[in-house]
């Protein structure tokens, strides 16, 4: 996981920086826009989630940040077999979390932004082990706990409001790609 949340870093430390030398960025997002994407999530499993982000200040340095939040499920079933042996692992994660992100117009159609996610993740999970004639099933294990996440993404508008939509998540157990679209209020 830890691997996961640093390549996320990585990538949005190159868009941000990376941007710097851009020769084409243009104004940031108006104070009081809105921001409603909609996702697929995909590796581990599939998922869906909804995030939403509100400009709170375009005037730090050639960007705009914004505040919002997030909530996603996602369902991944692990499976291992061998000779006469089988593993089977079922998860369920459902995650419902603040956000904040940091963007940049590189031109009037695309957008990239990075930022941080925290708040509270359901977790279930159950198991079943075939060995031989021997079957053992798991009851639902569950538990509640306070994650924290990286993200970085794009939007490519395809009109002044709507725009394809993509973004990398690290740091939690919810799919680390998604693709969607995104509505700009």
Request: glycine share 12%.
């Amino acid at each position: 996981m830890k691997v996961k949340g640093l390549l996320v870093a990585a990538v949005a430390a190159m868009l941000c920086f990376g941007a710097q030398n851009a020769s084409a960025i243009e104004a940031p997002n108006h104070e009081g826009d809105f921001n409603l994407n909609a996702h697929a999530g995909f590796v581990p499993g599939i998922g869906a989630n909804v995030s939403a982000d509100y400009v709170l200040v375009n005037s730090w340095w050639k960007g705009h940040f914004t505040i919002g939040g997030y909530v996603s499920f996602n369902r991944d079933v692990d499976v291992y077999k061998g000779v006469g042996y089988k593993y089977e692992q079922v998860y369920s994660n459902f995650a419902v979390m603040a956000r904040a992100t940091y963007g940049l117009n590189i031109t009037d159609r695309f957008e990239v932004h990075a930022g941080a996610m925290t708040g509270p993740c359901f977790r279930s999970w159950n198991y079943e082990v075939k060995d031989g004639a021997y079957t053992f099933t798991d009851d639902d294990d569950k538990e509640t706990v306070v994650d924290g996440a990286g993200v970085a993404g794009c939007r490519f508008f395809l009109s002044d409001n709507i725009a394809l939509s993509a973004e990398l998540i690290g740091g939690l157990y919810q799919s680390y790609l998604n693709l969607g679209v995104s509505f700009k209020f």
